[in-house]
């Protein structure tokens, strides 16, 4: 399998800061990146999807302006948290795929907390 | 609206025992189907998908899955679990052109506890 790691896998943070969570692909190109959200006892939530020099694709409710994506390489995708807030404090999955409607491959997830 | 279901929040079975994990799915299409493993801390890997064609999934670690479309159920089974086996397990359908397995509504996982 193709090896996703995510960085860093845990951040504490204080209210009104932003925090970058990278996601790489380290062994394939990803054309295709997807962010999941993840709440405590609940199931992972997708986001946004990005493709490598394109805007993201965000889901519905999810505010573009406060969590920015960016996917300028095939190996490297970010999520940026910007002016968080304690109910940004979640589990951030993301994923990638060489091509997209193909396997994807899971990073180990970032543990956000902000105080 | 499309949605997955694990009715089963927490599950204990003894080692060596048998294991099924329940999965439905609401999808107006037809389903592409997946069940992913997650380890404390960790990210997820998936055990097997469904696509078309053998309604019987054989995926990784002697896990098994079998789509039931008048059940519209995906259920996993283990015939003998090992204690490495606990662990949390997803149920998801793909969204999307080609089930794009990037685009996935996940159910809300099952805690699978193993005694031994």
């Known amino acids: 399998g193709a090896v996703v790691s995510q960085h860093p896998s845990w951040v504490i943070c204080k209210s009104g800061t932003s925090v970058k969570i990278e996601c790489r692909s380290l062994?394939?190109?990803?054309?295709?990146m997807f962010w999941y959200r993840q709440f405590p006892k609940q199931s992972l939530m997708l986001m946004a999807t990005?493709?490598?020099?394109?805007?993201?694709?965000?889901e519905q409710g999810v505010e573009k302006d406060k969590f920015l994506i960016n996917h300028a390489s095939l190996t490297l995708s970010t999520l940026t948290v910007t002016s968080a807030h304690p109910e940004d404090s979640s589990f951030y999955i993301c994923?990638?795929?060489?091509?997209?409607?193909?396997?994807?491959?899971f990073g180990q997830g970032t543990r956000l907390t902000v105080v | 609206a499309q949605s997955v279901t694990q009715p089963d929040i927490h599950i204990t079975v003894s080692e060596g025992a048998s294991l099924e994990l329940r999965c439905n799915y609401s999808?107006?299409?037809?389903?592409?189907l997946f069940w992913y493993v997650q380890s404390p801390g960790q990210g997820l890997q998936l055990l097997l998908k469904?696509?078309?064609?053998?309604?019987l999934v054989q995926g990784i670690k002697g896990f098994e899955a079998e789509f039931k479309r008048s059940q519209s159920s995906f259920n996993l089974r283990k015939p003998s679990v090992h204690w490495s086996d606990a662990a949390e397990y997803f149920c998801?359908?793909?969204?999307?052109?080609?089930?794009?397995?990037?685009?996935?509504?996940f159910g809300k996982g099952t805690k699978l506890s193993v005694k031994p």
């Open positions: 994923s990638a795929s060489r091509v997209e409607g193909t396997e994807a491959f």
């Open positions: 062994d394939f190109q990803a054309t295709t």
């Open positions: 990005s493709n490598e020099g394109s805007k993201a694709t965000y």
């Open positions: 999808y107006g299409a037809t389903p592409y």
């Open positions: 469904y696509f078309s064609g053998d309604t």
């Open positions: 998801a359908v793909g969204l999307g052109y080609g089930g794009s397995q990037g685009n996935l509504i």
